[in-house]
């Protein structure tokens, strides 16, 4: 059971806009700490993909962008592409949990 | 930039204790005064933070590993540690070590190296 938790999956077609979502609580994103997102191709590690709730490191196409609302986040993906097929993951911090980075469940997302 | 590479027996017998360690390259471990910290996926599923070490040798564990994780730094040798005793199968899974930022987000990661618990 993650402290934060996405759905398992998501879908859509090539082009199109897509969102996973991350939901927390009050001790972790609703207490205003920085969310993080990973994208962890098959086979391989994560990678991070945002931080800082909407700062992208070198490299990351600006068509991954997200967002935080009271407790939940969200990443968007826009103008998908076949080689974003991925799993990911988003992650804080949280205050109740002796200092401890938590994550999410992940979510599968398939290009269809 | 950094680069981090995990090494350590890929099969622990149960009950024993796993042993990993990672090396980092590319730049010092003592600059910039991260943290590093050790996550774990066990086959198909998510990723568990599993705890971190500062430069200083502070650290911070999951309290989910109650009390079975020990990590240790190097900084002579540039390597970080991680150990978890009385080990079962359920702490069989790909070990990652990575740089704890700034941000308290993991900027860089190994590849990652598969643990099995098996007798």
């Known amino acids: 059971q993650s402290v934060l938790t996405q759905p398992p999956s998501v879908s859509g077609a090539p082009g199109q806009r897509v969102t996973i979502s991350c939901t927390g609580g009050?001790?972790?994103?609703?207490?205003?700490?920085?969310v993080h997102w990973y994208q962890q191709l098959p086979g391989t590690a994560p990678k991070l993909l945002i931080y800082?709730?909407?700062n992208r490191p070198s490299g990351v196409p600006d068509r991954f962008s997200a967002s935080t609302s009271g407790t939940s986040a969200s990443l968007a993906i826009t103008g998908l592409q076949a080689e974003d097929e991925a799993d990911y993951y988003c992650?804080?911090?949280?205050?109740?949990?002796?200092?401890?980075?938590?994550f999410g469940g992940g979510t599968k997302l398939t290009v269809l | 930039q950094v680069q981090l590479q995990e090494s350590g027996p890929g099969l622990v017998k149960p009950s024993q204790t796993l042993s990993l360690t990672c090396t980092v390259s590319?730049?010092?471990?003592?600059?910039?005064?991260?943290?590093w910290s050790w996550i774990r996926q066990p086959a198909g599923k998510g990723l568990e933070w599993l705890g971190r070490?500062?430069?200083?040798?502070?650290?911070y564990y999951n309290p989910s590993l109650k009390g079975r994780v020990t990590m240790s730094i190097d900084t002579s040798w540039n390597q970080f540690a991680l150990k978890l005793s009385s080990v079962t199968a359920t702490d069989t899974a790909i070990y990652y070590c990575?740089?704890?930022?700034?941000?308290?987000?993991?900027?860089?990661w190994g590849q990652g190296t598969q643990v099995t618990v098996s007798s």
């Open positions: 990575a740089r704890d930022s700034s941000w308290r987000s993991f900027d860089s």
């Open positions: 590319g730049d010092s471990i003592i600059s910039g005064s991260y943290y």
């Open positions: 070490i500062h430069t200083s040798g502070t650290t």
């Open positions: 009050t001790s972790n994103i609703g207490a205003g700490y920085d």
């Open positions: 800082g709730h909407s």
């Open positions: 992650q804080s911090y949280d205050r109740s949990l002796s200092e401890s980075r938590v």
